[in-house]
T-cell receptor, first 110, second 113 residues
Framework: GIQVEQSPPDLILQEGANSTLRCNFSDSVNNLQWFHQNPWGQLINLFYIPSGTKQNGRLSATTVATERYSLLYISSSQTTDSGVYFC????????????FGEGTQLTVNP | DSGVTQTPKHLITATGQRVTLRCSPRSGDLSVYWYQQSLDQGLQFLIQYYNGEERAKGNILERFSAQQFPDLHSELNLSSLELGDSALYFCASSAWDTTYEQYFGPGTRLTVT
């Protein structure tokens, strides 16, 4: 099956700092989503971004499908950004299942 | 709030028992997915239903089964529970069958003692 690798596995920031999270995938995809899992366990949709660039407030994402990677940018981080960030992909031949990476654990300190 | 609802939020039960988890998709969504999140396996796809029919199967144990009803809500049945079944179970929904954004419910945390 498709491999999804996220880096770094852990990231500790001071409030106000910027960060870049990376997601590499091993095969072509027709769906890529970024999620934030908050400390209560809820998975929150951040971006649906199989290709191109999108921005939503302090967050933005870029997927370069031809090179099989996606980046999530967090600017001016806040303590509420803490949690685990997951990248998930769907292959054209695998039906609708999302395959998740192992996530990046982000801690933002005040 | 994603619009996907799951009940119950928490469930504590003993080994060997059977439980049913329930999910209501977002209004208008036809596809329902079940995922399991455990410490050792991460987030894994279990099964998908589309408009009442099973569409795709992942790493779902034979002790587990699911169905989607005419009103599009879905239930995941877990039987002969083992300690290793303790996990967070998510339901997700999307508008159609494939290549559409999936929205996740708040999850059901199952603890098997």
């Amino acid at each position: 099956g498709i491999q999804v690798e996220q880096s770094p596995p852990d990231l500790i920031l001071q409030e106000g700092a910027n960060s870049t999270l990376r997601c590499n995938f091993s095969d072509s995809v027709n769906n890529l989503q970024w999620f934030h899992q908050n400390p209560w366990g809820q998975l929150i949709n951040l971006f649906y971004i199989p290709s191109g660039t999108k921005q939503n407030g302090r967050l933005s994402a870029t997927t370069v499908a031809t090179e099989r990677y996606s980046l999530l940018y967090i600017s001016s981080s806040q303590t509420t950004d803490s949690g685990v960030y997951f990248c998930a992909v769907e292959r054209p031949t695998s039906g609708s299942r999302l395959t998740f990476g192992e996530g990046t654990q982000l801690t933002v300190n005040p | 709030d994603s619009g996907v609802t799951q009940t119950p939020k928490h469930l504590i039960t003993a080994t060997g028992q059977r439980v049913t988890l329930r999910c209501s998709p977002r209004s208008g969504d036809l596809s329902v997915y079940w995922y399991q999140q455990s410490l050792d396996q991460g987030l894994q796809f279990l099964i998908q239903y589309y408009n009442g029919e099973e569409r795709a199967k992942g790493n779902i144990l034979e002790r587990f089964s699911a169905q989607q009803f005419p009103d599009l809500h879905s239930e995941l049945n877990l039987s002969s529970l083992e300690l290793g079944d303790s996990a967070l179970y998510f339901c997700a929904s999307s508008a159609w069958d494939t290549t559409y954004e999936q929205y996740f419910g708040p999850g059901t945390r199952l603890t098997v003692t």
